[in-house]
C-alpha cells in the first residue's frame, strides 16, 4: 500500500511560540495514525525546540535549506552539520523561492545534494517550472535539464536516499493548483527520467510529491494518481488543522482506493 508522504513547508512564519503550538495541534490532531510519512520544515529559529517536541512522535524534522559547506565564512547561512545538530532528517533543496529570489543555480543546488547525502540528511528536491515556461510548452525540457544537472553525479544508492517534489511555480502560493492530470503527467515523465539514469528500482522506491496550493479539499484527487506519492505542503501547513485534514484525506483516499 502506497504510505503517503506529506511535507510541510512553513517558509518565513512562525515565532518559537507559535511554532510550538502548530506542532501541538498538528501531534493532537494526527493522534496514532503511523501509515503516514510526515515531515515538518519550520523556520531555523523553532528547529530546536520543534526537534524536542517531535522526540515522542512519528512526525520528522526538516529544514527548509542548506549551504554545501560545512563551515566557514559564509554569513547567514546554515551547514548540514548544524542541521545534523537539531536532528533534521530532512532538508528541501532547490525550493523555486530560492531559486528565484536567491539566485540559486542547478550546479548549486547540485553541491548541496552532495553535501545533503554525505551527512545522511535526506534531501528533498524540488523541480518545476514557471508559467511563462509552460506557455512556451517546454516544462518537460525544463525539468529535465533541472534532473539532470541537479543529479549530476549522484549514485545510485546515493540516490535511494532522496524525495523529488514536482513544484510547478504557477501553482506556489497562487491557489492555482494544477490539475491531478497535470501533476501525473509530469511526475510520470519524471518517473521516466529516474527510470533512465538509475533502473527501475531505484525510480520506484523514490517518492515523487507534488506542491503547489495543495489544500484538504484536492489533495484526495491528486494522490489518488500513480506518481503522486505525496505533497509538500506551503500556505495550509501553517493551520494545524489543514495540515492534519490534509494528512487524514490523502489517507482515507488510499484506503478507499484499496477497497474500491
Ligand atoms: C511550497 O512552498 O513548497 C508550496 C507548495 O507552497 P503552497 O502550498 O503555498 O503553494
Request: net charge neutral; charged share 25%.
Amino acid at each position: 500500500m502506497k504510505k503517503p508522504f506529506i511535507a510541510g513547508n512553513w517558509k518565513m512564519f512562525k515565532t518559537i511560540d507559535e511554532a510550538k503550538n502548530l506542532v501541538q495541534t498538528i501531534k493532537a490532531g494526527i493522534g496514532k495514525l503511523h501509515d503516514c510519512q510526515i515531515v515538518i520544515c519550520p523556520p531555523y529559529t523553532a528547529l530546536c525546540e520543534i526537534s524536542k517536541l517531535l522526540q515522542d512522535s512519528h512526525l520528522e524534522l526538516g529544514a527548509q535549506n542548506m549551504h554545501p559547506e560545512t563551515e566557514g565564512a559564509f554569513t547567514g547561512e546554515i551547514s548540514p552539520l548544524m542541521l545534523k545538530d537539531v536532528k533534521c532528517r530532512y532538508v528541501i533543496l532547490g525550493h523555486s523561492e530560492r531559486r528565484q529570489y536567491f539566485g540559486e543555480s542547478n550546479a548549486f543546488i547540485n553541491e548541496k545534494i552532495k553535501t545533503a547525502l554525505k551527512y545522511s540528511l535526506i534531501p528533498i528536491i524540488c523541480v518545476g517550472e514557471t508559467l511563462a515556461q509552460r506557455e512556451a510548452r517546454t516544462q518537460f525540457e525544463i525539468v529535465k535539464q533541472q534532473m539532470d544537472e541537479s543529479l549530476k553525479d549522484i549514485s545510485k544508492d546515493e540516490m535511494m536516499r532522496t524525495v523529488i517534489a514536482y513544484e510547478p511555480v504557477w501553482a506556489i502560493g497562487t491557489g492555482q493548483t494544477a490539475t491531478p492530470e497535470q501533476a501525473e503527467q509530469m511526475q510520470s515523465y519524471i518517473r521516466r527520467l529516474l527510470n533512465e539514469m538509475y533502473g527501475k528500482e531505484v525510480a520506484g522506491r523514490i517518492p515523487i510529491l507534488y506542491g503547489g496550493s495543495v489544500k484538504p479539499d484536492n489533495i484526495a484527487l491528486l494522490i489518488q494518481k500513480p506518481n503522486i506519492d505525496g505533497a509538500l505542503v506551503g500556505g495550509a501547513s501553517l493551520k494545524g488543522e489543514n495540515f492534519v485534514q490534509i494528512i487524514m484525506n490523502a489517507q482515507s483516499q488510499i484506503e478507499a482506493g484499496l477497497q474500491s
